[in-house]
C-alpha cells in the first residue's frame, strides 16, 4: 500500500472500537424524528469518512469471509 493509505487505513480501522461501541449502546432508529435524523446524519457522515479513504463496497464479500 501506498503510504497515505495505509496511514488512512491504519485510522479506519482504529474506529473500530468507538464504532461497534455506538452500535452496541445507541438505537439509530428511535421514535423521535429528530433524534433519529441527527444519528442517521453521524452515520452518514462516517460513511463519507470511509469512502474517502477507499470504495469498500468494490471489496467483494468473498474476500472479506475468507480472512475474517
Do not use: K
Not at 17 to 35: K, N, Q, R, T
Not at 36 to 47: E, M
Not at 48 to 64: K, M, N, R, T
Amino acid at each position: 500500500l501506498h503510504q497515505d493509505a495505509s496511514t488512512a487505513l491504519n485510522a479506519l480501522h482504529s474506529l473500530m472500537p468507538a464504532i461497534d461501541g455506538y452500535f452496541d449502546a445507541v438505537m439509530v432508529m428511535v421514535d423521535d424524528a429528530s433524534l433519529r435524523q441527527q444519528r442517521l446524519d453521524l452515520l452518514l457522515a462516517v460513511r463519507q469518512i470511509c469512502l474517502g479513504v477507499a470504495d469498500f463496497a468494490a471489496i467483494p464479500y468473498e474476500s472479506l469471509a475468507t480472512t475474517a
